[in-house]
């Protein structure tokens, strides 16, 4: 099968071509990326030279050129990672939140009616269901309201109810996945997890929103990309699936084992003004995708944890490069692979 995977220069999107390139020689692989900040060529360095896959600079909102590049390649499963995805960004500036996230994804649903894909599939997020109460014990499925609280969160329900209009609409048989705090290797520092090792691993304070209870549920990049995999190829057309590591830790708690494995002083934290409209708590239930696919996150928190904070330890040169825009020079060389 031909695969585009969009938005594979990034976090959850270049992993995932890590692992389905090899798992799937047969299959091949086309990543079309726009390479804005946080998109990085250097994370696909190590499949470059493989054989089913090939790098195309593109941008998801261009329609002209998402027609004839469908055109001409002919893909049979559409994997739409493409996002712009940082909360705090999408507060400073809304709008290419809804440029990317909205206009986007309407312009590759349009593509895939036109070239009659065999399935979109649509990577979101848990944030589109809002927020729970710290106290509560409940937890979003997959029929719980849309709330999101954030422009980010907005843009992201938007695209959701977008692709499932598609499919009641049109016919497009479409798939989407709504996933938990993902973490693990080859993350932007700007997240929560790699900011604090660098910032730790410097000395330098470690801030935290407001009070730093705020709960997050934690799932494995590797667990992730495996429950999209398997949704892609086994799940039930025109619907969703909650993916949940069911690791649920708040944000002071994740700081502190950082500093902990580093061996620093929680006197590095500092707490700072709360992030406007923060969601209290996610949690999700994924009896769904259990139940129907098999599923369940392999990670435990302290072996995955342990193993990104190694990984961002001994990946200085690849952090180094993104945090001083050097990685943009290294991937003017690699234009159209």
């Known amino acids: 099968m031909n695969f585009l995977i969009t938005g594979g220069a990034g976090f959850i999107g270049g992993n995932f071509l890590h692992i389905m390139t090899k798992k799937y020689p047969q299959d091949h692989f086309v990543c079309l ?33 998402v027609d004839k590049f469908f055109d001409e390649e002919r893909f ?34 349009d593509a895939c009616r036109k070239f009659g894909i065999k399935r979109f599939h649509q990577v979101s997020t848990d944030e589109v269901y809002g927020d729970l109460p710290l106290d509560s014990t409940d937890s979003f499925t997959e029929s719980s309201p849309i709330k999101g609280s954030s422009p980010y969160a907005a843009s992201k329900a938007s695209a959701d109810l977008l692709v499932l209009a598609y499919h009641r609409t049109y016919g497009l048989n479409v798939t989407i996945s709504r996933a938990s705090d993902t973490y693990g290797p080859y ?64 944000n002071i708690q994740i700081v502190e084992t950082i500093l902990k494995t580093l061996k620093k002083d929680n006197a590095l934290i500092v707490h700072v003004k709360d992030r406007l409209g923060h969601d209290r708590r996610y949690a999700l239930c994924t009896n769904k995708i259990e139940q129907e696919l098999g599923w369940k996150p392999e990670y435990d928190f302290e072996t995955g944890i342990a193993e990104t904070i190694r990984w961002n330890l001994e990946n200085q040169e690849w952090l180094r490069h993104v945090e001083n825009g050097e990685y943009r020079k290294w991937m003017e060389r690699y234009r159209n692979l």
């Open 187 to 250: 993350q932007f520092p700007e997240k929560l997890i790699p900011l604090m090792v660098q910032k730790a691993r410097r000395n330098e304070r470690l801030p935290v929103y407001g009070d730093g209870r705020n709960i997050r549920d934690w799932l494995h990049v590797f667990d992730h990309c495996r429950a999209i995999d398997l949704i892609v190829r086994k799940g039930r057309d025109g619907e969703i699936y909650n993916v949940g590591g069911h690791i649920e830790r708040s």
């Open 76 to 109: 049979d499963i559409v994997i739409n990672f493409a996002a712009e995805s940082h909360v705090d960004r999408s507060i400073d500036n809304p709008r290419i939140f809804l440029e990317t996230n909205m206009i986007g994804v309407s312009v590759l649903l």
């Open 33 to 65: 990326d726009a390479l804005t900040y946080a998109g990085n060529m250097e994370t696909l360095d190590p499949i470059l030279g493989l054989g089913n896959f090939r790098f195309v600079k593109g941008d998801i909102r261009d329609r002209d050129f």
